[in-house]
C-alpha cells in the first residue's frame, strides 16, 4: 500500500524513469542477473529463468539481507546453506521439506541454540506409531500427559493423541530425530534449523527429505559461526555436549560417566542473527559465478505463467 501511494505520487510529481530507477533492487545478485539477462545468446527458457529470479529479487526490499554484516542465507533449490560475516563465508549441505510439505519462504532472526533438544512429534507422525510401544520405547520416547503429565509408551492413547490431550517426545540425545543441536527463530509454521541424527542423505543430489524443517550438514561450525564470542572454553563444552551420553547412547562414555558440570543445554545468540529462506533457482556459487538449480517446488512454473502475458 505504501508503494502504491508513492508510484502515484511520483507519477503526478516527478519523472517516471527516474521512479523506475529508484525502485530496482540493489542486490549483488539482481546485478549479475541483469548482466545475464543483457547476454543475446540465452534461449527463450533461460531468460525466463533469469526473469523469474529477477522477480523474486523484488520482494521483501525493506528486509535485504546485504544491509547487514552477519546473516544467514538458507538457498532450497540449492540445498545450501551460507553463513556470511563481513568477508568470510560458511557453505554447508541442509535438506529442506518435500513437495508434500514444503519448507517456507521467510525472514527472521535466529536467537537461540538447545541443544540436546527433546523432540514433540506432529500428529501427522505420532498417530502412526501409537500403538507401536517397542517401536517408541526402542527409540526414547515417553508421552507427555496435558493432566498426568509424564507417562510410559505403553499408556499412549491414539484418540488422546489426535485431540491434543497426549504429545509423543523423545527424549534429547543421541538417535534423537533432531540430532544433537536445534536453532530456534520466531516464525508462524513451526519449523526450525536442526542436526540429524541420519546424517547419509546428504550425500544426495536432490535433499527435499524433511517435514518443513532445515537440516544442516556441519551443526557444530555452525553454532560456532553464530558466537559473538569464540571462546575457546565455550566452544568445548559445546562440542561434550553435542557427544555426551546423557542417555546412555552416545559416544563419550558411559551415561553414568558423564561431567553434568560442563553440559550446556541452552546459548542464546546474542546479537540475533538474521536469517533468510529463499528460492533461487539462479543462485552464485563462491566465487560469484550463477548456477542454475532444480525448481524442486515448481515456483518457476507458478511466476512465469504470470509473466508470459507481458513478455
Known sequence: EDFFHRALDKISHDS???????????????????????????????????????????????????QYRKYVVVNIPA??????????TLEMRVGCGTVKTK???LTSKIMRMDINPQ???????????????????????????????????????YTKIMNGEQHIVQEGGPGN?????????????????????????????????????????????????LLADKDADLIERLRYSMTANINGRGDQGSKDSIDRSRLLHQLKVEPEVPL??????????????????????GYDKAIVRQLTPYL
Open 16 to 66: 517516471v524513469a527516474v521512479f523506475l530507477r529508484e525502485v530496482q533492487p540493489q542486490s549483488k545478485l539482481y546485478a549479475l542477473l541483469c548482466n545475464r539477462l543483457a547476454s543475446d545468446t540465452l534461449t527463450r527458457e533461460q531468460r525466463l529463468l533469469t526473469l523469474c529470479n529477477m522477480e523474486r529479487c523484488r520482494w521483501r526490499e525493506k528486509e535485504k539481507a546485504e
Open 177 to 225: 530425530s533432531l540430532g544433537r543441536i536445534i536453532f530456534r527463530f520466531e516464525n508462524n509454521f513451526s519449523v526450525f534449523l536442526h542436526d540429524t541424527n541420519s546424517p547419509g542423505f546428504f550425500t544426495r543430489d536432490s535433499r527435499a527429505v524433511s517435514h518443513g524443517c532445515v537440516r544442516i550438514q556441519r551443526p557444530l561450525d555452525f553454532a560456532v559461526f
Open 79 to 88: 540445498f545450501k546453506l551460507y553463513a556470511f560475516d563481513g568477508d568470510s
Open 103 to 105: 519448507t517456507p519462504l
Open 119 to 157: 523432540w514433540i512429534l506432529p500428529k501427522s507422525i505420532a498417530k502412526g506409531i501409537a500403538h507401536s510401544t517397542g517401536y517408541m520405547h526402542r527409540n526414547n520416547m515417553f508421552i507427555a500427559d496435558r493432566k498426568l503429565g509424564r507417562l510410559d509408551a505403553s499408556q499412549a492413547s
Open 276 to 297: 533468510f529462506i529463499t528460492y533461487f533457482t539462479l543462485y552464485p556459487d563462491a566465487d560469484g559465478t550463477l548456477r542454475q538449480y532444480p525448481d524442486v517446488y
